[in-house]
């Protein structure tokens, strides 16, 4: 027999058809297998559940080898008047759901249920989730009261052991849930019709109508005739629905057919006139205007960081990010060669302090510090500051001498068919550099250094292995950093040509 989670109902409420393919052909949901990344992800959301449950001290953790023990078990600890429980398992009408917390209150009388999120913040999904659980709850007699969603503390400091209390919110979104129950309990019927069929739903699923980094992980199957890259590659056409609704619906999916009367921002249309035409788009006065505010020394700078959910040091929050690693390319004048200095941790302790200090000896008073997105750089420093009030001054100038070399690109100065409309330096990279490339190397995107250093920061690895991710993260930052030192000098010679 089949069964529908809140996992599906949530999945469906994203994609009906998504989810569907995940019950009945499971083969093709799960082809593209969890990248180690995103797998690390899910871990350190389990481990975050584990520690909220000392919120708890006295919960019991229902276990059992199968769906019908862990129910057995379930009602078997119910009847006991054990007033806390993890894990408990309900199902009804082959609807089931497994809660992270359920503690029963005398003085209502009636049980709360406890969402527990590795997140800072609240989304919509968490409530739906919840809102599952109570409905699921009240179907099978069980007097659901509150809903409470707990999730990490985004103002929290560690200081030493974690402050359990303090660490954790705790939210009571019952309100919330009571006003959405009646939606969510018809919707679960709904789903659990759709999703049990065994006739396959026909055509083109609901993300056709989304942008690209919105699609499901069965996209490809659903709608085949969609190509790899078109309509839905269209810079910010995912925060225009109506439009690309527009599109799909006149079946217009090729950046070719599109016509002239669809009404196009000016970012997408020189991302569309690049791709027909296949030239480049090359302001070269503006590119030459922005590089001529550049003062030297020129520093073309990296950060890599690691940004845990459970601050792993003191003076940190969750998810700030750990500063661990730096590649700086630094041009004295505009016919010197560059000059290479970096930075890369080694152990396992807070990296705080002595960054800062290698950061002060290559980057001095003087000249513009380039990178690429300064969001990021900015915000590094940021927490680097708060955590070491001293050397304020030196990073609020540090943050103010910053020049973000991806603005020529997100600027529309340079534009390319083979950029696809994206402006990292990954796809930027090859396209104006293309003797260099980051395929080669055994650490070539942010997600694979960020689980590189979790894997050093844990100690979980032996002195070879540790020796080999050190070298590839220093071959991958030191790319970075002299990728835009590269571009920078493909752009001087675009100017100028």
């Known amino acids: 027999m089949k069964y529908i989670s809140k996992t599906d109902y949530l999945l469906w409420r994203a994609c009906p058809k998504n989810a569907w393919l995940r019950i009945h052909k499971p083969y093709l949901y799960y082809a593209m297998e969890l990248t180690e990344f995103e797998q690390s992800v899910l871990d350190a959301g389990i481990e975050v559940e584990l520690l909220a449950r000392n919120l708890f001290p006295d919960g019991v953790l229902i276990t059992g080898a199968s769906q019908q023990e862990a129910r057995t078990n379930t009602s078997t600890t119910l009847q006991s008047g054990n007033g806390t429980l993890f894990q408990p398992f309900f199902e009804h009408e082959q609807l089931l759901a497994m809660l992270d917390v359920l503690q029963y209150d005398d003085h209502k009388p009636e049980y709360a249920i406890y ?107 659903s709608n085949p005739t969609v190509p790899t890259y078109g309509v839905h590659d269209i810079v910010r056409v995912g925060s225009s629905p109506k439009k690309l609704r527009e599109l799909v619906d006149a079946g217009i999916l090729s950046l070719e057919n599109i016509p002239a009367e669809i009404k196009l921002t000016r970012t997408q249309c020189a991302q569309l006139q690049a791709y027909r035409t296949g030239e480049r ?64 941790h080694a152990g396992t302790n807070d990296p705080n302090s002595s960054f800062l200090d290698s950061l002060q000896q290559h980057v001095g008073s003087f000249g513009t510090i380039i990178v690429w997105n300064k969001a990021f750089e900015s915000h590094v420093n940021d927490g680097i500051a708060r955590r070491l009030p001293p050397a304020r001054d030196y990073l609020i100038d540090f943050n103010d001498r910053i020049y973000d070399l991806m603005d020529i690109f997100t600027k529309q100065y340079f534009v390319h068919k083979d950029l696809l409309g994206k402006v990292s330096i990954k796809n930027v990279l090859p396209v104006l550099t293309p003797d260099l490339s980051y395929s080669a190397l055994g650490i070539h ?26 070298r590839q993260l220093r071959e991958y930052c030191t790319l970075d950093s002299y990728g835009m030192y590269a571009i920078w000098r493909a752009l001087i010679s675009l100017s100028e040509g």
């Open 115 to 221: 969402e527990v999120k590795a997140s800072t913040e609240i989304k919509d999904e968490y409530l739906y989730d919840l809102a599952f659980q109570t409905v699921l709850l009240r179907q099978l007699g069980i007097n659901a009261g509150r809903a409470l969603l707990v999730h990490l503390n985004g103002g929290y400091v560690r200081k030493d052991a974690f402050d359990i209390a303090r660490l954790f919110k705790t939210v009571d979104v019952t309100d919330t849930i009571e006003r959405i129950a009646e939606i969510v309990a018809a919707e679960m019927r709904e789903a659990r019709t759709y999703l049990l069929s065994d006739i396959e739903p026909p055509g083109p699923c609901s993300c056709i109508y989304k942008g690209r980094s919105k699609h499901c992980s069965t996209f490809k199957y």
């Open 281 to 344: 788009i090359i302001d070269k006065a503006a590119i030459s205007r922005e590089l001529d505010e550049l003062a030297f020394p020129l520093h073309f700078i990296d950060y890599e960081t690691f940004a845990p959910p459970l601050p792993l040091f003191n003076d940190y929050s969750p998810y700030d990010q750990i500063p661990l690693q730096y590649s700086v390319h630094v041009v004295g004048s505009p016919s010197e060669e560059p000059i290479h200095r970096d930075f890369l």
């Open 445 to 470: 995107d942010g997600a694979a250094a960020s689980l590189a250093w979790s894997k050093l920061l844990s100690a979980a690895l032996g002195p070879e292995e540790s020796k080999e991710l050190y």
